[in-house]
Structure formats: structure tokens, C-alpha cells
């Protein structure tokens, strides 16, 4: 490898890739009711993702934290030191502070370790559309390509990345400030799902709206079927959080049309679940332009 690649955990990647690939993360954390405060990726441990939204469900608050300046260096520190270049692929700056914090020891290391080639790089993205520009640079990297090639790569691409999703229970974007509390009852009581986007600034944006589950999951297939690039990739990845049966049927309407395409179902992780709630289903794929 001639350079080290640090993500974070609203990556959502499986332990067994991030080893396999040599990855360095740092993790955000959440609190659930009155339990201690978890990070939402510790090598080793597994966590039980069906628990925890069951938890939400049930209403039982939920918050969460991004990660500090003082965490990144604990993490960089040793990488540095060892004399590896570093790229740093980040969460969404729209969604959490964790990119800034990371860039801001990042930066401070630059001047300790001017010999060291120090990169960062913000992915507008969550989840697997973060999880998607990782594993390209590890790619790029792999085959021999430069930091400065990857890093090109990244920020030429990041806006082809497209997220469509919907949510099912509207109360948790409006615990989150995301819609208000009016909406959420009316919208609630007639079964209107939103369907929202992370836009250009890495946001998540509405762009629509459909009346009950199986309209909103059609309705994910249908954007998809106006943005998507063939050429760009094949891959598709299908974000759940704790509804693989709807993951499923998108899976099978994508696999049904483009026949040589792979479908990536993604449990969503702790961290961004606490925001959206159970019930979200996404699709992320490179398109022609995200919005």
C-alpha cells in the first residue's frame, strides 16, 4: 500500500471488509435511554441491531455524538508515525461535524509531519454511498494509483452519487427537527411517506411524497430509473433499517431490470438510524448528477 486510507463509521462497512482492506476508523457514538454511551463500530464487538430498533420503536430516546478532534489523533497519530501518507474519507460535513473534527487534527498534524502527504476528502454521502467512494479509493489505491489521483477521483465523482430514500415513521424526523410536528400527525394519520434525497451540500432534502409503503418503494425505483448511469457502475446497495423484506423487494426490482447489476443490502448502523428512525429504505447508486 503506498498510503493509508481513514473512514469513519457511518460508513457502515462489515468488520470483515474493513480488515480485509486494511481500513483505519473512527467511530461516532449514541446513547440509548439511560445506558452508557457505545460507539457505533468497536473491532471485535457485534452489535444487536434489531434490539436497537426495537428500542426505537418503543419511543426509548436516543442521541447521539460525533467524533472529537482528540479521538482522530489517537487514531492518525500512529499512522503517521510509522511513515505512511494518509487519506481521510469522510461522513457527510451536512449531516455531522465529524468531518470538520477529523479535518481539523488532520490539519494540525500537517505541520508536525511535513514530510507526510495528508489528504481529505468529504463525501456528501452516508451509510453505503459513503461506503461506495471508500472502497473505490481502496481500489484506486490497490491498483497503484496515487493519493493525489484518488483524491482527484473522490471529489470528480462525489456528485454522481445519489441517494433516494424514504422513512416509515415520520415521528423521528420530526424529533430531529427535520419536519414538523403538524406534518408528522397529518402525515402520519394518511399514511404519506416522504421521499427525500441528500442533495449537493451532503443534506437530506424532500422531494416528494407518496401515499402509503409500497408507493413510496416504487417510487425509489422510479427515480432510480431516471438518474442512474449504467456506464458508471454496476453496483446498487438497498440501505434498511430493520425492514429487509421492503430491502428485498427493491432488491428484486433492481436485479429484475438490470440484469447485470449487483444489489448490496446494508443494515443500517446506530448512528444515522437514531436520526431516521426504523423503516428507512434507501437506494444508492452512481447517476448523472445527484439532484
Known amino acids: 500500500m503506498n498510503f493509508e486510507i481513514l473512514t469513519d463509521s457511518s460508513c457502515n462497512l462489515p468488520e470483515a471488509t474493513i480488515e480485509e482492506l486494511g481500513l483505519h476508523i473512527v467511530s461516532l457514538s449514541y446513547i440509548m435511554g439511560d445506558e452508557e454511551e457505545?460507539?457505533?463500530?468497536?473491532?471485535?464487538?457485534?452489535?444487536d441491531l434489531k434490539g436497537f430498533y426495537d428500542a426505537l420503536k418503543a419511543k426509548i430516546p436516543a442521541k447521539t455524538s460525533q467524533v472529537t478532534p482528540e479521538q482522530a489523533r489517537e487514531v492518525v497519530r500512529p499512522i503517521?508515525?510509522?511513515?505512511?501518507?494518509?487519506?481521510?474519507?469522510?461522513?457527510?460535513?451536512?449531516?455531522?461535524?465529524?468531518?470538520?473534527a477529523v479535518r481539523l487534527a488532520l490539519e494540525e498534524f500537517k505541520e508536525e509531519f511535513g514530510d507526510r502527504k495528508i489528504y481529505?476528502?468529504?463525501?456528501?454521502?452516508?451509510?453505503?454511498?459513503?461506503?461506495?467512494?471508500?472502497?473505490?479509493?481502496?481500489?484506486?489505491?490497490?491498483?497503484?494509483?496515487?493519493?493525489?489521483?484518488?483524491?482527484?477521483?473522490?471529489?470528480?465523482?462525489?456528485?454522481?452519487?445519489?441517494?433516494?430514500?424514504?422513512?416509515?415513521?415520520?415521528?423521528?424526523?420530526?424529533?430531529?427537527?427535520?419536519?414538523?410536528?403538524?406534518?408528522?400527525l397529518v402525515g402520519t394519520l394518511l399514511s404519506v411517506k416522504p421521499i427525500l434525497i441528500v442533495n449537493n451540500e451532503g443534506k437530506l432534502v424532500p422531494i416528494g411524497k407518496a401515499k402509503g409503503r409500497k408507493k413510496s418503494l416504487d417510487f425509489l425505483l422510479?427515480?432510480?430509473?431516471?438518474?442512474?448511469?449504467?456506464?458508471?457502475?454496476?453496483k446498487v446497495y438497498i440501505i434498511h433499517s430493520d425492514a429487509l423484506g421492503d430491502a428485498e423487494y427493491l432488491s428484486e426490482q433492481v436485479k429484475a431490470k438490470y440484469k447485470n447489476f449487483e444489489t448490496h443490502i446494508v443494515y443500517l448502523e446506530p448512528v444515522i438510524g437514531t436520526h431516521t428512525g426504523p423503516g428507512v429504505c434507501a437506494l444508492v447508486f452512481m447517476g448523472d448528477t445527484r439532484e
Open 120 to 184: 481529505f476528502a468529504d463525501t456528501l454521502a452516508a451509510s453505503a454511498g459513503q461506503a461506495h467512494m471508500v472502497l473505490e479509493a481502496c481500489k484506486m489505491r490497490d491498483e497503484g494509483k496515487s493519493i493525489e489521483d484518488t483524491r482527484a477521483w473522490l471529489e470528480e465523482n462525489k456528485m454522481k452519487l445519489c441517494h433516494f430514500f424514504t422513512v416509515d415513521d415520520l415521528w423521528h424526523l420530526q424529533r430531529g427537527g427535520r419536519l414538523s410536528a403538524g406534518k408528522a
Open 38 to 47: 457505545k460507539r457505533s463500530y468497536v473491532k471485535g464487538e457485534t452489535f
Open 80 to 100: 503517521l508515525e510509522s511513515g505512511k501518507d494518509l487519506l481521510y474519507v469522510g461522513f457527510s460535513s451536512g449531516l455531522s461535524g465529524t468531518y470538520n
Open 222 to 234: 422510479e427515480k432510480m430509473s431516471e438518474k442512474i448511469d449504467l456506464a458508471a457502475s454496476n
